[in-house]
């Protein structure tokens, strides 16, 4: 799809996906938060019967105009995780971590859940990385990454020698995770969607990168989605390639579409929970 954002700005890319409307710059993102008008998808979830989650460790705070625009069950900010561990990257702490900490703690098995989690490992400077810890052990609330768990890169917020290595371990890290988590840990979950905000800044992307962004629909075997046939997609985490002219790829703004179609056309007796 193609983001509104590139290498940076990623609150351009999140108040696209979740209005429905593509928000290309800061006014576009300020005007659209004095409307105050509720956003599409927590609004679509909220009416099909989810409890809505906004997990977000990258952000300490919110403005009231904002809350009433991305209306939200709970609001799970950088101080709402009980992380007593290093500061890791941009977001704090690690995104396995996150992960594990709203699923013991806010998510229940009787209640339909839609989350979303702004995940931060795989952003910039790229510098510290998790490693994947595949026992999933966080009952030091975190500490387990002061003595190990970590890969180091030689970069910083505005340059380094290891870049290409850093933001690949980065991506590569957030993938495990997620997938890990969904088919691991989770269980009668309808779909996941794994998208990232924006293209990385230069020179991480190569020139002409420009503004597609991959996106992952991970869904059951027993589940098929009615997958409109204008969106191209592949059987893979591979996405397919792009074409030449960008402005052929659906826009981000058009997924809470997708998404819609998806929730409205799931048989009866299909899985109650969705990430």
Known sequence: VRSPAFGGRSWLADATLLTGEQIDDQNDFENRMLREDPARLPVLMGNAGYHRIYAAPGTSKTQEGWLRTYPFDNYLLRYDFDYEGPFISFGAMPDQYIFDRVQRDHLLEDRKEFVLYLLVSSHVPFETIPEYKPDWDFSLNGREYESGYLEHFDNDWLSGNELAEGYIAGISY?????????????????????????????????????????????????????????????????????????????????????????VTAAPAGSPDHGY
């Open 174 to 262: 957030t993938l495990t995770a997620a997938v890990h988590y969904l088919t691991e840990r989770l269980s009668q979950v309808e779909l996941m969607l794994i998208i990232g905000d924006h293209q990385p800044r230069k020179p991480v992307s190569v020139p002409g990168s420009g503004y597609p962004v991959p996106f992952h629909l991970i869904v059951p075997d027993s589940f098929q989605p009615a997958i409109p046939p204008s969106w191209s997609l592949s059987n893979t985490l591979m996405p397919p390639d792009s074409p030449q002219d960008e402005n052929e790829l659906p826009a981000m703004s058009a997924i809470p579409i997708l998404i819609e179609s998806i």
